[in-house]
């Protein structure tokens, strides 16, 4: 059985008007021309779609699964438009973004405020997710226009353009007031609680492997799921996390937590990603630019590709 989507969206547009003038008013068409579509979508379905009350049309069972199915087929073709005008024109009065919980989050909120102050007329939707892959399913889908998260795998980056954004790397945390003072070393810490962010679960192989090279276990852990419950646990009992440097910058301005650097690197790079195809349009240009003034802000030294890409004309772009 195959439906014709043009007469699947006639019968939609004639369940929601629930009239056939008004409908055929609505689709161009006579009222006989309308009878007659319905006619030959009843016959291609072999089940009776309408039902005619005195109170006017009315769906069978049938009728309103289709009904369902027309509205999603109208939502797409609507949002494929849009997508074609996007790729056409660029997106030039919008900017939606998607970055990792966390450091990665705190940068884009800062950009965006600068953003929104210099430039107003940029509506701007900030998408936070703990999976890097749900962040590039959504760029992919042109859900998204451009992601700041750490690197992925390099698989992943296929029909990407990805640029290196900046250093970050892991630092043990736990509050000011901990009962160790001092210089603290690992060794001593795994005697206290360990908190793990649930989209850090992943990693708990390498804390493992962290710990291992002093010879010591992971201590008890503490999932939560959210990096700020995370902060809230070390900030307020004797247990400690393995945070990213630029997730914690305000805890450490505050003086609310001290930074334990590891024995092991673990130095990773954000990065700035968008699709391979996607015109560098104002609101992206302004968008990078304010994040690099956020990383000068902080004194963070930017990769020359981001840099590059930020100071680069539109005819540039593809090249970088």
């Known amino acids: 059985m195959r439906i014709d989507p043009q007469r699947l969206i006639r ?47 009315e769906p069978t069972v049938y009728g309103r699964v289709l009904y369902e199915h027309a509205k999603s087929i109208d939502r797409e073709l609507a949002l494929a438009a849009q997508h074609i005008g996007e790729l056409a024109f660029g997106h030039k009065g919008a900017l939606r973004i998607g970055a990792t919980v966390g450091g990665a989050a705190s940068f884009v909120a800062l950009a965006v405020c600068k953003l929104q102050a210099s430039r107003a007329s940029i509506d701007t939707r900030i998408v936070e997710e703990f999976s890097i892959d749900a962040l590039l399913a959504q760029l992919h889908d042109r859900t998204l226009d451009v992601l700041v998260c750490p690197r ?8 990407t353009n990805a640029m290196s954004l900046f250093l970050a790397k892991r630092l043990a945390c736990v509050r000011i007031g901990h009962p160790l003072s001092g210089d603290v070393s690992l060794r001593e810490l795994s005697t206290f609680p360990f908190v793990c962010p649930q989209e850090e679960l992943g990693l708990l192989f390498g804390f493992r492997q962290i710990f291992g090279t002093i010879g010591v276990d992971l201590p008890e852990v503490l999932v939560v799921n959210s990096v700020y419950l995370a902060k809230e646990l070390v900030l307020n009992s004797d247990a400690f996390a393995l945070f990213s440097d630029v997730s914690i910058l305000n805890e450490l301005r505050l003086g609310l937590a001290k930074p334990i650097e590891l024995e092991t690197p673990t130095q990773y790079w954000m990065q700035l990603i968008l699709r391979a195809e996607q015109a560098r349009t104002e609101p992206i240009a302004g968008f990078v630019a304010e994040l690099l003034q956020v990383c000068d802000e902080r004194r963070i030294e930017v990769h020359s590709d981001a840099a590059a890409f930020a100071s680069a004309s539109p005819a540039d772009t593809s090249d970088v």
Do not use: C, M, N, Y
């Open 11 to 57: 019968l939609a547009v004639l369940i929601q008007h629930g009239s056939f003038s008004r409908a055929a008013e609505h689709l161009g068409l006579t009222q006989p021309a309308l009878s007659q579509s319905i006619a030959q979508i009843e016959k291609e379905t072999g089940v009776k779609l309408i039902e005619r009350t005195p109170h006017g049309i």
């Open 152 to 159: 992925p795998r390099e698989l992943d980056l296929k029909g």
